[in-house]
């Protein structure tokens, strides 16, 4: 006699039935974590923390898991594709965590080999052998680098990358709390310089989301991914504009799904569940979930 299962069990059962009834093969994640286990167990101890920064709401971290465990259940949840997030807080690390990356991906094959890149002399020799390596996307977090992306030490990496066509996801809005080089001006000044720069805005731009999808509807190679955005929890944060909705719908060939994983504070299948109840249809969720990825990475 068998119990009834328990939510961790359940769980990538409710995933694959919401990929399976819009009739997709599995889901693409262009924002999930992967990293070093001391840097992941300090991004951990950061969220542990954030409280005071977020008027006293916790951030548990649900998927606090083995590295071995946390690949298992991405793919139980049926990700064709997820990402090894990863970025440095200070100089001289991101050359460090480019060489992790490529042992990762070497062991990982279903997850797209991810660099990143921190403004500091030489990040153009190494934005190029990550590229030679095989990189397939990038990371920057401009909160946490606490650097401004237009900074001319990055000058010539943005263009590599614009030549190269490839994909950089950044985490450059003012949530969950704003730093000094956060929102939109820093990025549209990049823009100006490198327009066909293929920058993926992570959290669709919390809180600024309205300015950021005018970058997208400025800039064709601009898109966005959904981490976190419109769940309960980031609504309790930074509610997304329901008149920016027919944007966003507008939008639907450059928004992408994006988790977090594992460093979400509620369950995966929220995400997908947020997503549904926008209400813009099975159409725009299948480009969202899987379409928009698999195309842009070429799977």
Request: charge should be negative; aromatic fraction near 10%.
């Amino acid at each position: 006699m068998t119990g009834t299962p328990t939510q961790a069990e359940a769980e990538p059962e409710q995933v694959r039935r919401f990929w399976r009834r819009l009739g997709l093969p599995g889901i693409v994640d262009v924002h999930t974590h992967f990293m070093p286990e001391r840097v992941l167990r300090k991004v951990w101890g950061y969220f542990d923390s954030l409280g005071p920064l977020t008027g006293g709401l916790e951030w548990p971290i649900t998927y606090r898991k083995e590295e071995e465990e946390r690949v298992a259940l991405i793919r139980e949840f049926g990700a064709r594709a997820f990402t090894a997030m990863l970025y440095p807080h200070k100089p001289g690390m991101a050359r460090w965590l480019n060489g992790w990356a490529v042992d990762f991906a070497g062991r990982t094959p279903d997850c797209l080999h991810t660099s990143t890149l921190f403004p500091e002399a030489g990040v153009e020799d190494y934005v190029r052998e990550a590229l030679d390596a095989g990189a397939r996307v990038f990371k920057a977090h401009v909160q946490v680098g606490a650097y401004d992306p237009a900074s001319e030490l990055l000058d010539g990496a943005w263009g590599l990358l614009a030549e190269a066509g490839t994909p950089v996801v950044i985490h450059c809005g003012s949530g969950p709390a704003p730093g000094t080089f956060t929102g939109p001006e820093p990025i549209a000044r990049v823009l100006a310089r490198h327009p066909r720069l293929r920058l993926l805005i992570a959290h669709m731009g919390m809180p600024e989301y309205e300015d950021f999808l005018g970058l997208a509807e400025r800039y064709g190679e601009v898109r966005l991914d959904t981490t976190m955005a419109f769940t309960d929890f980031a609504e309790q944060l930074a509610p997304f504009p329901r008149r920016a909705l027919p944007r966003l719908s507008d939008l639907g060939d450059r928004i992408l799904l994006g988790t977090d994983f594992p460093n979400i504070p509620y369950p995966y299948i929220e995400q997908l569940h947020a997503l549904e109840r926008l209400g813009l249809g099975d159409g725009w969720l299948r480009a969202v979930c899987h379409d928009n990825g698999a195309r842009l990475f070429g799977l």
